[in-house]
């Protein structure tokens, strides 16, 4: 059965929706490296010389074509849109002269086209409520053999491999322990304590006064392992010794919360320390540079944060202080973010685990849908804000939101995976379904909704949502990081605790503003 919203959604891709594409008022073609799409793409091509009309033939992966012709080299595929399957296209454009003479071809390209939404009830339904699969999830995390080392040992886990990022390993279970402490009070005690461990072991890992970097916790760190183990994660030891500007403002979040949980001040004074060193680095851009060394405090690379994770830090501290230098940089980070990421659509990948790339090599979602989220906190009454974060939320399922077949160049033979669908792809450095990214998709369908009240988008939301329950393991809680796997409901190959404790915050969300 075809619900309104599943016609409604295929109707709005094979239209003539422009706010996200390039080439509108004077925004940079974005999609050049693009592989997919699911929402008609505007697609730039070279404008030849004497050239008064080009013909776009589109080929399926079954042989068959579709063409129609236009005066310009670039432009929306609008009128074959509709009519493409869901696979690969490839796209010729031929170039014809006045007399409608071919001169050359002006380019190709081969693309994915997306399945549209489907429509939640032509899914399968959820597994258990939103909720329930946030408690499973906090509950594992809280028996995970590694969390639990923490608890003993005062340490992170030397066994479990990405605690070679602390910052964004234990930022992440500090905020975690404190939910699971509200929600199960049989465990709360043990749960603030493994908060504090954790926040205790990065105080104590942050640079100190004789170094540029005072006060910040480490990026990169291996100094929980024995002497003599194995240090199997190659990028940490390459980056030892800087800072990824992006984490420190994540461990100040983390500890604020943590003061608030437990009433201790060394943790706010933390978080305060990390604060005055964002407010007295910041660059005339309102941004920072994104990795900094520890020895000299010079940047090590080019790149700008992209600072959405500082906004978040710059708006608790003017609600604590009230201070109005905090409300400035808040504001200069928007501003950022509006001028080098909303205008041209610069949504760089930025991990603490993958290369720096040039602009458009790898896009994600992240930082889009903090933009949305900061739009819809601050600006929902803002007519011209509520259409940039509508375009984003375009934008977000064009490029990372699979509802139904992927792409065939999205495999990994060497572990025989199976793809689970709908879902939400992390970078195109990593362009797979990931729970994180998932779950933080639909938290922006949701938070769209709301600005909009056009229930589409809540469909959407909770479509991803109910696919998360289902991916979780009903016994263990253990929602699986990349859905890749031949059994992804128990396989923890390259399981990632942030992401599955991000998820869970995500669902936790989710059933608070769905009831669902």
């Given at each position: 059965m075809q619900s309104l919203f599943a016609k409604q959604a295929p109707e709005e891709y094979n239209g003539e929706i422009a706010g996200f594409h390039g080439g509108i008022n004077g925004r940079p073609f974005w999609n050049v490296h693009s592989s997919q799409f699911t929402y008609n793409p505007k697609l730039r091509f070279p404008i030849i010389p004497g050239a008064e009309s080009y013909v776009f033939t589109a080929t399926d992966s079954d042989g068959k074509t579709y063409s129609f012709k236009s005066e310009n080299s670039t432009t929306l595929l609008t009128e074959i849109w509709k009519d493409l399957p869901t696979g690969v296209i490839t796209l010729k454009v031929e170039a014809f002269d006045k007399n409608e003479k071919f001169m050359c071809i002006s380019g190709m390209r081969t693309f994915f086209k997306c399945d549209p939404f489907p429509g939640r009830e032509n899914l399968l339904p959820k597994a258990y409520s939103y909720r329930e699969c946030a408690l499973k999830a906090y509950r594992f995390a809280y028996n995970d053999k590694s969390i639990q080392y923490l608890l003993k040992n005062g340490k992170p886990d030397p066994e479990y491999n990405l605690n070679v990022f602390p910052s964004k390993m234990l930022s992440g279970i500090i905020n975690a322990m404190i939910t699971y402490a509200k929600m199960e009070s049989e465990n709360a005690a043990n749960a603030l304590e493994i908060a504090k461990k954790a926040a205790d072991y990065l105080l104590a890992l942050s640079?100190?006064?004789?170094?540029?970097?005072?006060?910040?916790?480490?990026?990169?760190?291996?100094?929980?392992?024995?002497?003599?183990?194995?240090?199997?994660?190659?990028?940490?030891?390459?980056?030892?010794?800087?800072?990824?500007?992006?984490?420190?403002?994540m461990v100040a979040e983390a500890y604020f919360n943590l003061a608030d949980a437990t009433g201790d001040t060394k943790y706010s004074d933390a978080a305060i320390k990390i604060a005055e060193f964002y407010r007295d680095n910041v660059q005339p851009n309102g941004s920072w540079y994104l990795y900094i060394s520890s020895k000299d405090g010079t940047p090590q690379a080019e790149n700008y944060c992209v600072p959405d994770k500082m906004i978040n830090l710059m708006t608790v501290m003017y609600k604590r202080t009230g201070d109005k230098v905090w409300k400035d940089l808040e504001d200069g980070c928007y501003r950022y973010i509006e001028k080098n990421c909303i205008d041209g659509y610069n949504w760089e990948g930025q991990f603490e685990d993958t290369a720096i790339r040039s602009n458009y090599e790898n896009l994600t979602h992240f930082t889009a849908l903090s933009a949305i989220r900061h739009i819809a906190a601050n600006k929902a009454d803002d007519p011209q804000a509520v259409e940039t974060a509508i375009n984003l939320m375009r934008f977000v399922e064009d490029q990372f939101v699979v509802w139904g077949k992927y792409a065939p160049w999205c495999r990994n033979t060497e572990y025989n995976e199976f793809w689970e669908s709908p879902a939400g792809l992390e970078q195109y450095q990593w362009y797979v379904p990931v729970d994180g990214s998932t779950a933080a998709i639909a938290s922006a369908f949701l938070a769209v909704y709301e600005l909009t009240g056009d229930k589409l988008w809540y469909e959407k939301a909770c479509a991803l949502a109910d696919m998360i329950t289902r991916m979780q393991n009903e016994q263990t809680g253990l929602i699986p990081t990349q859905w890749i796997t031949e059994n992804p409901k128990t396989n923890i190959w390259n399981f990632w605790i942030n992401c599955h404790l991000g998820t869970a915050r995500s669902m936790y969300r989710l059933w608070e503003a769905t009831g669902e």
């Open positions: 640079y100190g006064e004789e170094s540029p970097l005072a006060g910040l916790p480490y990026t990169y760190s291996i100094d929980h392992y024995e002497e003599g183990q194995e240090i199997p994660v190659k990028v940490a030891l390459d980056r030892l010794g800087n800072v990824m500007m992006l984490y420190p403002c």
